[in-house]
């Protein structure tokens, strides 16, 4: 019911309290499944400091599109390019929307056809219907990457485009992207790397000695990434982002709003009014942190689940789905579903996939939550 009359400000937290009780928080330590972590402080402030900005309409808010604008050339850079072209948005569903959507748009077929790993986030299901993109499934490997052989033989006059995932969600793999490139290349069609959780790991991940694949625009078929501050980047939800190798990309996506403060102005989210805050945060995170902190943050995660992995395989029962790539650790167990319930009931915010349990190191993870649940997993096996 939409109450007549206000309560204070009190009671309304209070209330507010008592409801969120039930929610599991980061510092917790008991969510142990999810992409998302406790915003880093620094982030928070920027947030409270712009809440108001809208980039919606950025003939009013002139100087934070210049720092979105800015924040985008910084993504670029780590990506492996000098100037890209995107927007920070809400997440990695609409980056990876607006990408297929310039496909689409850019291709001149009737039957658009995408084709995507098996692994692919479910953020595809959603572009496809609302873009009327047909998606061609490609199998994965043994390695559970995508097979790039399969990928080629389901190429048609009809594809609009090829999707590689650097850091998929179930396990953290990254595809053969450079091979996925050469294809791309090879047949004239724009690769799309889905880089929404890899984007803020791998980077720094290779920098520290981990052999992974080349993911991004050095190789010269990513016509495009997503890559979300909004996981691994420690910026506050919503802050997705998604760069285009090129401007035709922007442009095929853009529609007029005409009446605007700033005059007539370009617009290629989906969403229209959007959080200037955000933009700023992720801004202002980079520039705080620097490559040197993110890499800080990621080697922290990327030990922690080699030594959690280790730990997994000492307990009679559990196995590894397959040895960790980035900051992800999935294993299966003797009554998977049964143990999934158990686990639940004890307070762990785990992520039960078909077949797995997926543990992500985010930064909010540490050494002594995951003993515990450790000790947890064996007494419930063990019994
Ligand atoms: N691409 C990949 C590879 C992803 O893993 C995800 C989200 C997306 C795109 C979509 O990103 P947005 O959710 O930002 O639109 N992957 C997470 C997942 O499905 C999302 C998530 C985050 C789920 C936190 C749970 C959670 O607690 O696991």
């Not at 980056?95 to 953020?123: G, M, Q, T, W, Y």
């Not at 009327?132 to 559970?144: F, G, M, N, R």
């Amino acid at each position: 019911m939409f109450p007549r009359k206000g309560a204070s400000e009190e009671e309304v937290l209070a209330e507010l309290e008592e409801k969120t009780a039930e929610d599991l928080t980061f510092d917790s330590g008991r969510i142990l499944g999810s992409m998302c972590t406790y915003p880093h402080p620094f982030a928070r402030k920027v947030i409270s400091l712009y809440i108001d900005r809208n980039l919606g309409d950025p003939g009013l808010h002139v100087g934070s599109q210049k720092i979105e604008e800015e924040a985008i050339q910084m993504l670029s850079n780590l990506l492996g390019l000098e100037k890209g072209y995107g927007n920070i948005v809400s997440g990695g569903t609409e980056a990876n929307i607006l990408a297929v959507r310039a496909f689409r748009n850019l291709a001149d077929v009737e039957k658009p056809e995408l084709i995507l790993p098996r692994s692919a986030h479910f953020s595809f299901l959603k572009a496809s219907e609302m873009l009327s993109v047909k998606l061609v499934w490609a199998e994965l490997k043994e390695d559970y990457s995508v097979d790039v052989n399969d990928v080629e033989r389901k190429i048609t006059d009809n594809t609009i485009g090829i999707v590689g995932i650097a850091g998929t969600t179930g396990l953290g793999v990254v595809d053969d992207i450079p091979a996925l490139s050469d294809l791309a290349i090879d047949y004239g069609l724009p690769l799309h790397v889905d880089a929404a959780f890899g984007g803020f790991v791998i980077p720094f991940a290779k920098e520290l000695g981990y052999d992974l694949p080349d993911f991004d625009f050095r190789l010269k078929g990513v016509q495009s990434i997503t890559i979300d501050p909004h996981k691994m980047g420690m910026v506050p939800i919503p802050a997705g982002g998604i760069i285009f190798r090129k401007k035709k990309f922007l442009e095929a996506i853009s529609v007029p709003a005409p009446y605007l403060a700033g005059g007539k102005v370009w617009q290629a989210t989906i969403t229209g009014t959007r959080p200037g805050a955000n933009a700023l945060a992720v801004w202002a995170m980079i520039k705080h942190l620097g490559f040197e902190g993110y890499k800080e943050v990621v080697k922290g995660a990327m030990e922690l689940s080699r030594w959690f992995a280790g730990e997994l395989k000492k307990i009679p029962g559990v196995y590894l789905i397959r040895e960790p790539m980035l900051n992800i650790v999935s294993f299966g167990t003797t009554n998977l579903e049964e143990v999934e319930e158990k686990l639940k009931r004890r307070g762990w915010g785990i992520s039960a996939h078909r077949g797995y349990i997926r543990i992500v190191m985010m930064p909010h993870v540490r050494r002594e939550h995951l003993e515990e649940f450790l000790r947890d997993l064996q007494e419930i096996i063990t019994r």
